[in-house]
């Protein structure tokens, strides 16, 4: 969503409705289906997106772009895994911040961790850091990635001007798998009490620079069963 329009997915395309009005104001063609689209936009209306390859029914996700939403256009596209390599959708990971799309995912045949320039789809980096599985990732005025580092799990945040890791902080032992609410300031969350639940969050972290736990916050539902499910959205202006 931006200041003025309201923008979903469409049959192999991307939509742009007036806020006001409801009416359609922009439709953008898609090579194939929407495969995932980032939660976070730039402040410039930019959000990145997987998309198959082509409009053939079980295509998988090969491609990676970057939408201006603001305007109704396409910034780039480009392929970055080959049909072997590709996922169908499933443990994808799509990013964006204000210097980076970033894109990542896990199957049976590969592991892809990617980051692209913003502006030009330039490759940044095309792996997880050293030590590293593939990462999950969340942007935001930063991007950071999630990803299982050696002997647990860890939180990577990039350098917005070289790409590179600018601080590692590895998370506490006795996390269930977690996942990444904010990359600046970071924040993770991630279920305590049942190693099965790999679904909900009940647990929020903070830390402090030195990747200290700097505070953990106990989160219930109304319920009272101690489950929440993490949402996040965005809205640029």
């Known amino acids: ?15 742009g409705y007036d806020l006001d009005s409801g009416k359609q104001t922009w439709k953008l063609p898609l090579d194939g289906d929407l495969c995932r689209a980032s939660k976070d936009a730039s402040s410039r209306g930019y959000v990145a997106v997987v998309l198959a390859g082509s409009k053939k029914p079980y295509s998988k996700c090969t491609e990676v772009a970057v939408i201006d939403i603001s305007h109704g256009r396409k910034v780039w ?3 970055v895994a080959s049909d072997s390599t590709a996922t169908m959708g499933l443990d994808l990971s799509v990013a964006i911040s204000e210097s980076f799309a970033a894109v990542g995912w896990a199957t049976d045949e590969a592991e892809e961790s990617w980051g692209f320039a913003i502006d030009t789809g330039k490759t940044v980096w095309d792996s997880a850091p050293p030590g590293c599985d593939y990462e999950e990732y969340v942007g935001g005025s930063t991007m950071a990635g999630l990803a299982w580092c050696d002997d647990r799990f860890a939180v990577s945040q ?3 001007r070289t790409g590179k890791p600018s601080r590692t902080v590895k998370l506490p032992e006795d996390l269930g798998y977690p996942y990444l609410a904010s990359a600046d300031p970071l924040v993770v969350a991630s279920y305590v009490g049942d190693e099965d639940n790999q679904l909900d969050a009940n647990r929020l972290w903070t830390f402090n620079t030195d990747g200290s736990v700097k505070a953990t916050i106990k989160v219930d539902d109304s319920d009272g069963t101690g489950d929440v499910a993490l949402h996040i959205g965005y809205r640029t202006t």
Not at 1 to 15: A, E, K
Request: no cysteine; proline share 5%; charged share 15%.
């Open 158 to 160: 990039r350098d917005p």
């Open 1 to 15: 969503m931006t200041s003025h329009s309201y923008v979903t997915g469409g049959l192999f395309s991307v939509v």
């Open 77 to 79: 596209q480009k392929t």
